[in-house]
Nanobody, 125 residues
């Protein structure tokens, strides 16, 4: 499976962006999907994840109340709606697929077998 992340860009603090992650080569409709991010000089960190049906989600504290993860299995796509963006949200955002799970959500990077190439989000102050 190939994951293509898109939707990043430059936005002012307080603004919004919606990231998309579209899969090709295989369906992701029964996979847990996650978003992670990596800021310059920092380790990659968990942002949000969603189970196969979309009924279960989990967020890192940094995302709670501001970000929303969703999915459209018919489009083989996962989204991350980001509101109230802050300069600290500046990072490369990656989508990832946990190929071994459909319902149980994990926040651990090593559990995700497939990764997209990342999309850069820059938030100016």
């Amino acid at each position: 499976v190939q994951l293509q992340a898109s939707g990043g860009g430059l936005v002012q603090a307080g603004g919004s962006l919606r990231l998309s992650c579209t899969a090709s080569g295989s369906t992701i409709e029964n996979k847990v999907m996650g978003w992670f991010r990596q800021a310059p000089g920092k380790e990659r960190e968990f942002v949000a994840a969603i189970n196969w049906s979309g009924r279960r989600t989990e967020y890192a504290d940094l995302a709670k109340g501001r970000f929303t993860i969703s999915r459209d299995n018919a489009k083989n796509t996962v989204y991350l709606q980001m509101n109230s963006l802050k300069p600290d949200d500046t990072a490369v955002y990656y989508c990832a697929a946990d190929w071994n799970k459909s319902s149980t959500i994990t926040t651990q990077l090593y559990e995700y077998e497939y990764w997209g190439q990342g999309t850069l989000v820059t938030v100016s102050s």
